[in-house]
């Protein structure tokens, strides 16, 4: 699933595939602004991501594409 974060005063957004369920991601990332603590992530490849809360401009959760494949790609 593909997680892309919004981060205020950057230019760009941060973009990580995760292993995560979506709905165990919108529980962090609600927890985290509940909080005031930071959202910890960690992507399909090990990598953590850290960003404090009170920096969140947004989160978007989605399902990730399959690239096709073939004539049908088009």
């Known amino acids: 699933m593909e997680v892309r974060i919004?981060?205020?005063?950057?230019?760009?957004?941060?973009?990580?595939?995760?292993?995560?369920t979506p709905d165990a991601v919108a529980k962090k990332v609600s927890d985290a602004l509940a909080k005031g603590a930071v959202l910890d992530l960690v992507d399909d490849k090990?990598?953590?991501?850290?960003v404090p809360a009170d920096r969140l401009a947004y989160v978007e959760?989605?399902?990730?594409?399959?690239r096709r494949v073939g004539f049908g790609a088009i």
């Open 6 to 20: 919004g981060v205020q005063q950057a230019a760009r957004e941060l973009v990580l595939e995760s292993t995560e």
């Open 61 to 66: 959760i989605a399902a990730s594409e399959t």
């Open 46 to 50: 090990g990598r953590r991501v850290v």
